[in-house]
């Protein structure tokens, strides 16, 4: 948005972003991203940085980590053709299937990779923030699995919002403390779980939920989920001899977008496109649509775009769904899209629940509120390239939102049947 890059500037940084020079070991995606924290916390996450280092590229540890991937969380998950929206899109579509992986999301695969980082770095305990309750939830599983102690801050609104995930994260032996700071909500749970961290940086490992923070988490988040895109080409390559046309997947803070993404950007042919959620409409506070309306600016550690007024201030958001309910987005998708790379466009309230409802009736499969943003961008590219080749990143499963889909009902649908 008001960063410019020439031509030149552009081919150099995505050959940077290929080549895996991006992030620099500042934690810079071109201009974005890095560490913009208190200096109380520079020692903290100068340790998880060289742990980051040690471990990724450890045969042990990766050995470990895709072990539990494929035995625990369910993966490879499965590539799966879906004729019948094709048919009524007139194109040929597909999806990655993450709501078929554990506890019915993509968020898994970070929860048990990090969880599996913070044994090693031998910490006695591990703390989380949730706004829904999806990263609350995986990171108990992942560390019940683990036998690590688990604290998940939730700010005091979303206790009350999502009471169900309470007590999913409860049984699943974390301690769920309520945030009652600043807004109450996801920001406010990410400050004080910062917070808690310093105040014990050694014994505390803090399980970060997206490819938002500071560095190394952007970094660290993307390689954790980048198990997504890897498996997707290669499934793509058996199943069709080809890659698809175009790559869909919905951005909150870009986690399952990044990691469907990553692995296919040196794939030029491939379009990749992210899509957001347009909310009720495009005024202040209506959508969280950071990368079609935001601004550069630092949020919760990192210099990325976000929705801020002009003075400056964060702005409120607004989505049906809450797991794209946040006013930031990971750097890297603001360096992909002022390269050019990937493509941000945003899907509304009635049309992620609409595409939700089309993709139950012609697939039998109810995918997450979040997701849909995703088959919507799908369903209006499709109307303009016809006859073309669709991946859909399918981030998670439904269930969870049966509370909010219970507030639009089929009546309009059953009448005219
Ligand atoms: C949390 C969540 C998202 C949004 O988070 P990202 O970091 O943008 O992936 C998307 N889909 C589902 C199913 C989620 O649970």
Request: proline content about 5%; aromatic content about 6%.
């Amino acid at each position: 948005m008001t960063i410019e890059f020439t031509e030149a500037e552009k081919a150099r940084l995505l050959e940077d972003v290929i080549a895996g020079r991006v992030p620099d070991e500042r934690g810079r995606f071109g201009p974005f991203g890095g560490r913009y924290v208190p200096e109380t916390l520079v020692p903290a996450l100068e340790r998880l940085t060289e742990g980051v280092h040690r471990y990724l590229k450890d045969p042990d540890f990766l050995a470990r980590f895709h072990h539990e991937l494929a035995t625990w969380v369910g993966r490879p998950t499965a590539l799966t053709h879906a004729p019948n929206l094709g048919r009524a899109w007139g194109a040929q579509v597909w999806f990655k299937r993450e709501d078929l992986a554990h506890t019915g999301a993509h968020k898994i695969n970070n929860a048990i990779g990090q969880a599996l980082l913070a044994k090693m770095l031998g910490a006695k305990r591990v703390i989380a923030e949730t706004g829904a309750g999806q990263h609350g939830v995986a990171s108990a599983a992942a560390c019940a699995r683990l036998g690590l102690p688990c604290t998940v801050y939730m700010g005091a609104v979303d206790v009350e919002r999502q009471a169900p995930n309470v007590d999913r994260m409860r049984r699943l032996g974390a301690t769920v403390h309520a945030v009652q700071s600043g807004d109450r909500t996801l920001r406010s749970a990410i400050d004080e779980a910062l917070r808690e961290w310093v105040s014990d940086p050694e014994g505390t490992y803090y399980l970060l939920g997206s490819v938002v923070g500071p560095h190394p988490y952007p970094y660290l988040v993307r390689e954790m989920h980048a198990v997504i895109g890897r498996e997707a080409r290669e499934q793509m390559l058996k199943a069709e001899g080809a890659l698809p046309d175009a790559v869909f997947a919905c951005v909150g803070g870009g986690s399952n977008a990044i990691g469907l993404f990553h692995p296919m950007v040196a794939d030029r042919d491939v379009q990749l496109i992210g899509v957001e959620a347009g909310g009720s409409g495009m005024g202040l506070g209506e959508h969280s649509a950071t990368l079609s309306r935001g601004r550069p600016g630092v949020l919760q550690g990192s210099y990325t775009l976000l929705l801020q007024d002009d003075d400056g201030q964060v702005q409120g958001t607004h989505s049906i769904s809450a797991g794209l309910d946040y006013p930031g987005v990971g750097p890297e998708h603001a360096l992909l899209q002022q390269i050019g790379r990937v493509r941000y466009v945003s899907a509304s309230d009635t049309e992620a629940l609409d595409a939700l409802n089309e993709c139950c009736a012609l697939e039998g499969i109810l995918p997450a509120l979040e997701t849909a943003h995703a088959f919507a961008g799908a369903r209006a590219w499709a109307r303009d390239n016809p006859g073309r080749r669709l991946l859909i990143g399918l981030s998670g499963r439904g269930d969870k939102d049966m509370p909010t889909l219970a507030k639009h009902p089929l009546e309009a649908r059953d009448a005219a049947a």
